[in-house]
């Protein structure tokens, strides 16, 4: 592994925390990892911007050298269909971005999405999450929730919403399950209020001593890879 920090090379010992935040498509997973990152010091990385905005980097370079990216129109085309990019193009993403960061916590927003993702994320990291949490919302909220949020997006129908609800409860239900065993999974009822959830939220990351902690850090849309 390429350590996150200098300091940790040949140490054998993880000093960055790593939190996992998964769930469905209108889950919340941004609005509650905003609300982690404010309370509780965590710098979160959005793995679907990570991803966006690797793709929009690489056709700017594209269209200053009259290129031909095979790599970004992989990447829009899976995103587009709801699918998964391949795990080593992911989690190098991750990987890189939290070296580039003065930082010690992460939450890693919507990653893991199979059991693929978890092993290849040990393997290149040669870390583990300090535990998962898991917002799980009912597939007729996250409907209502998608069809109502009216931001323009072509993939706002219920056929591809319901196709990516399928896929992602086929795809992620083995690394649920995964990290269940581990007793690393933390599940919160994702289809009550926003505040209602947060309250669920802050039981579980309140055990630990991250009640007082320095400024948050959001990289959310920004990450410059």
Not at 21 to 48: D, M, N, W
Not at 82 to 96: A, F, H, N, W
Not at 174 to 182: G, H, I
Request: net charge neutral.
């Amino acid at each position: 592994m390429e350590s996150l920090k200098e300091g940790d090379k040949g140490s054998g010992k993880q000093k960055v925390k790593i939190v996992f935040v998964i769930g469905s498509p209108g889950s919340g997973k941004g609005t509650q990892c905003e609300r982690i990152a404010q309370q509780f010091g965590y710098t979160h990385l959005s793995v679907s911007e990570l991803l966006r905005q690797e793709t929009i980097l690489v056709l700017e370079l594209v269209y200053k050298m009259q290129l031909i990216s095979s790599k970004s129109s992989m990447i829009q085309k899976i995103m587009k269909e709801g699918k998964l990019v391949p795990s080593d193009v992911t989690v190098r993403l991750i990987q890189q971005a939290m070296q580039g960061m003065d930082s010690d916590k992460f939450l890693i927003d919507g990653f893991p999405r199979n059991e693929e993702n978890v092993k290849t994320f040990e393997n290149i990291t040669k870390m583990e999450p300090e535990f998962v949490l898991y917002l799980d919302c009912p597939q007729d909220e996250m409907e209502r929730r998608l069809l109502s949020r009216n931001e323009g997006r072509e993939d706002d129908n219920i056929e591809t919403i319901r196709k990516q609800f399928k896929f992602f409860m086929e795809s992620t239900l083995p690394a649920v399950e995964y990290y269940e065993s581990k007793g690393k999974l933390r599940k919160v009822d994702a289809g009550k209020s926003i505040d209602e959830v947060f309250e669920s939220i802050k039981a579980i990351f309140s055990q630990g001593k991250d009640n007082k902690v320095p400024p948050s850090r959001h990289y959310c849309k920004c990450v410059i890879l």
